[in-house]
Nanobody, 119 residues
């Protein structure tokens, strides 16, 4: 299973950004998809996750500003990032926990992409 994310880059404080990430590969079903981030000099932290049944979880620092959604048919997860702050600057990683038929549950990570919030 491969994860391909799009979006990212430089955005001004108060601005918005939309990220997407799609899973592809051998036969699988999605349990949970979402986003984590690693700010400069800090550990990786939760941004938002969503299950196939639309149960969501958000990191405290993004609640009310970020929205995660999923398209089960496309095995894709989206992250709408609003009211961006300089503290949102980080490398963002797409994550998926999937059931691969014949292999069981596994975790997969996309290649991280940098989001910089700066004027």
């Amino acid at each position: 299973v491969q994860l391909q994310a799009s979006g990212g880059g430089l955005v001004q404080p108060g601005g918005f950004l939309r990220r997407s990430c799609a899973a592809s590969g051998r036969s699988f079903s999605t349990n949970v998809m979402g986003w984590y981030r690693q700010p400069p000099g800090k550990q990786r932290e939760l941004v938002a996750t969503i299950t196939g049944g639309d149960i969501t979880q958000y990191g405290d620092s993004v609640k009310g500003r970020f929205t995660v959604s999923i398209d089960n048919a496309k095995s894709a997860v989206y992250l709408q990032m609003n009211s961006l702050k300089p503290t949102d600057t980080a490398v963002y990683y797409c994550h998926a926990n999937v059931y691969v038929y014949g292999l069981g549950n596994s975790n997969y990570w996309g290649q991280g992409t940098l989001v910089t919030v700066s004027s």
